[in-house]
Nanobody
């Protein structure tokens, strides 16, 4: 069974930066989708950024383009999210997720992902 472990959350002031890390283990597929989601109280869980471990460029939602950057290690078992220029709208619980999907389906909704980390809280104050 796939296990995902997240770290790096915290509290920062607007304009600050955080780096979230996700470490995956136990995935039996050669390639799969990995992504970061976030959820605020009373809101639906939304995808933030995704990558396919088989190659290809990452995908970012418009609201984080130019501010957030994904990176992976050579083994493609980690997925870090560098978050710069944070604003209060970025405040949420952030989750790492993985799924045995092909690249074309990485950009699916949260319900399309099978494996989830425990979440790490990001709080951005004004």
């Amino acid at each position: 069974q796939v296990h995902l472990v997240e770290s790096g959350g915290g509290s920062v002031q607007a304009g600050g930066a955080l780096r979230l890390s996700c470490r995956a283990s136990g995935f039996t597929y050669r390639t799969y989708c990995m992504g970061w989601f976030r959820q605020s109280p009373g809101k639906e869980r939304e995808g933030v950024a995704y990558v396919f471990t088989g190659g290809g460029g990452p995908y970012y939602i418009d609201s984080v383009k130019g501010r957030f950057t994904l990176s992976q290690d050579g083994a493609k078992t980690t997925l870090d999210l560098q978050m710069n220029s944070l604003n209060p709208e970025d405040t949420a619980m952030y989750y790492c997720a993985a799924a045995s999907l092909s690249r074309a389906y990485c950009r699916t909704v949260a319900s399309g992902y099978d494996y989830w980390g425990q979440g790490t809280q990001v709080t951005v104050s004004s």
